[in-house]
């Protein structure tokens, strides 16, 4: 979801009013690192989930603000305030996933710059990305490459504790196996079963789930980016469903529009199974039973 926000103008000089006070919470952060003390982490994270995987590998040696948190809202809505940049300029380590998803974390920093935060961007480090696709957080591999990047930095902020670090990753990493072997379970029962999809963020699992989407990419990079899709893909679409040539239609439920309104409809109407995703976590839960529980609806509406 491309959505770059633009940050007003009273949003980015008061972020510059405040930027002197997370350079003196640097150089505490940076005296702290030298000498290998053990000491808290102040973490920000843009999305609530590189929020979570963050508290999963630090534990109690992080604290951590996640930014973007309401599942239940159009990310594209979002604009940064005064209280934001406030917390970004205390951070030691900030996380944000980058490719353009979330560009006005950019200007937050600039506005707020210290030379002793660490930065980490999820889409520069993810070693699979799909083409015009920065929802890398969806493919479980780039979510581990990620998150060993993460323990990276955390040993850099504070290297008396990264035995405690190096085992959470370990842990973390092996907390994955079950989504693994779910999609793989997907896979064996429905390889290329037809699928409809909303937008591309899906996209890194129905390839590994071996589901066979038949919208047109052009119609989901239109809807991903905030867009009218092409008028000839939006009457693909609509036949899709009238036709019954897919069997479930899967939906970002964050980014509604009355396109993707009326396609969900019809699909009700039409008996056609609709499985909601989201780009933000659920209160309430972790990045694996996040995953998990949209895993298990998706193989329900397929027919268990």
Same mark, same amino acid.
């Given at each position: 979801?491309w ?22 919470s ?7 690192a030298s ?5 808290t982490i102040?973490?920000?994270a843009?999305?609530n989930f590189?929020?979570d995987i963050?508290?999963q590998?630090g ?10 948190? %309401?599942?239940?809202v159009?990310?594209h809505?979002?604009?940064s305030?005064?209280q934001?940049g406030?917390?970004v300029?205390?951070? %030691?380590?900030?996380?944000e996933?980058?490719g ?7 200007k937050?920093?600039s506005?707020a710059?210290n030379?002793n ?8 480090i993810?070693p699979?990305?799909?083409?015009e696709?920065e929802?890398v957080?969806y493919?479980?591999?780039?979510v ?5 990047a993460i323990t990276?930095?955390?040993k ?5 504790d ?12 092996q907390?994955?196996q079950p989504?693994r072997?779910?999609?793989a379970a997907i896979?064996?029962?429905?390889n290329?079963t037809?699928v ?7 996209l890194?699992?129905t390839?590994?789930?071996?589901l066979?989407v038949?919208t ?15 008028a ?9 469903i ?11 439920k964050q980014?509604i ?6 396609l969900?409809n019809?699909a ?7 499985v ?12 694996q039973?996040w995953?998990m %529980? ?9 027919g268990g």
């Open positions: 979801m959505f770059a926000r633009r940050v007003s103008a009273w949003s980015l000089i008061s972020v510059l009013l405040i930027s002197a006070l997370g350079l003196l640097a150089c505490d952060t940076a005296s702290l000498t290998g003390a053990s000491h102040n973490v920000v843009a999305e590189y929020g963050v508290k590998l534990g109690s040696h992080v604290s951590v603000t996640s930014i973007l948190s %309401d599942p239940n159009d990310p809505e979002y604009q305030n005064v934001t406030i917390t300029s205390k951070a %030691d380590l900030v996380i996933n980058g353009g998803y979330d560009n006005w974390m950019e937050i920093l506005a710059p030379s935060r660490l930065l980490l961007k999820g889409f520069d993810a699979i990305r799909l083409p696709n929802h957080w493919s479980f591999d780039n581990i490459a990620i998150a060993q990276g930095d955390l850099k902020l504070d290297g008396a990264a035995t405690a670090f190096e085992s959470n990753l370990q842990a973390f990493k907390s994955l989504l072997q779910k999609v896979k064996a029962k429905y290329g037809p409809g999809l909303t937008e591309t963020i899906y890194y699992q390839e590994l789930e071996g066979h038949l047109p990419f052009e119609f989901e990079k239109a809807i991903a980016e905030g867009n009218d899709p092409p000839d893909t939006v009457i693909t679409t609509t036949d899709q009238n036709k019954h040539q897919i069997k479930i239609l899967i939906y970002n980014t529009t009355s396109v993707t309104t009326n969900e019809l009700n109407a039409q008996n056609i199974p609709t909601p995703v989201t780009e933000l976590m659920p209160p309430n839960k972790t990045y039973t995953m %529980d949209q895993l298990n609806a998706l193989q329900t509406a397929l």
